[in-house]
């Protein structure tokens, strides 16, 4: 198999709140890992590619001051959105290849976002 | 142009039709191919992985045409269940390119 997992799966908070997203590779280690966003009807977006031990690499546009990636381990990255906004709603979903080049991504079950 | 293209469809079929879906890319360096079905407000999930000329799975079939650079997938006997967006994604080894996705609505 190669399950994904994410938490939480729907977060409701006030304006200014951080909230922190976790994506874990259960059953297999996962060297890279990576996050979108996708609006309602609209296709994903991809936010940053994120690299155990190493700096995650965002896509243009995409703040990273704003949205804080960590991969610490070969199991687990997280994703922060601090200080949000009610326009940071949306719903963000992680994923993550088993190995080298060529292999599928496999998603995790995506977090549904909604700041007042 | 974007990396990858699909028609966004809606496509509308009766329940048992065959349906096809066409996907162009851009960058011939794209090695591998995936197709995913994401239904609303849900993670994408994988269909499909398509390394060579094409793969088949019971009723899906998809085919790679490097030369013109597509891929398509096919639907045989389109259940109520198939309903869903399909995504098209191109694998350079480097990077994932996505479709914006196909919307399918099988009508009983």
């Known amino acids: 198999g190669a399950v994904v997992s994410q938490h939480p799966s729907w977060v409701i908070c006030k304006s200014g709140t951080s909230v922190k997203i976790e994506c874990r590779s259960l059953?297999?280690?996962?060297?890279?890992m990576f996050w979108y966003r996708q609006f309602p009807k609209q296709s994903l977006m991809l936010m940053a590619t994120?690299?155990?031990?190493?700096?995650?690499?965002?896509e243009q546009g995409v703040e990273k001051d704003k949205f804080l990636i960590n991969h610490a381990s070969l199991t687990l990255s997280t994703l922060t959105v601090t200080s949000a906004h009610p326009e940071d709603s949306s719903f963000y979903i992680c994923?993550?290849?088993?190995?080298?080049?060529?292999?599928?991504?496999?998603f995790g079950d995506g977090t549904r976002l909604s700041i007042l | 142009r974007k990396e990858v293209e699909q028609d966004p469809g809606p496509f509308n079929v009766p329940e048992g039709a065959t349906v096809a879906f066409n996907c162009t890319y851009s960058?011939?360096?794209?090695?591998?191919f995936f197709w995913y079905r994401q239904d609303c407000r849900k993670e994408p999930k994988l269909l499909m992985s398509?390394?060579?000329s094409g793969n088949e799975d019971g009723r899906f079939t998809a085919q790679l045409n490097r030369a013109s650079q597509y891929i398509s997938l096919l639907i045989r006997d389109s259940k109520l269940s198939d309903s869903a967006t399909y995504l098209c994604?191109?694998?350079?080894?480097?990077?994932?390119?996505f479709g914006t996705g196909t919307s399918l609505t099988v009508i009983p």
């Open positions: 994604v191109a694998d350079t080894g480097n990077q994932f390119y």
């Open positions: 994923s993550a290849s088993k190995g080298p080049a060529h292999q599928p991504q496999h």
């Open positions: 960058n011939s360096a794209s090695q591998s």
């Open positions: 398509v390394y060579s």
């Open positions: 059953d297999f280690q996962a060297t890279t």
């Open positions: 994120s690299n155990e031990g190493s700096k995650a690499t965002y």
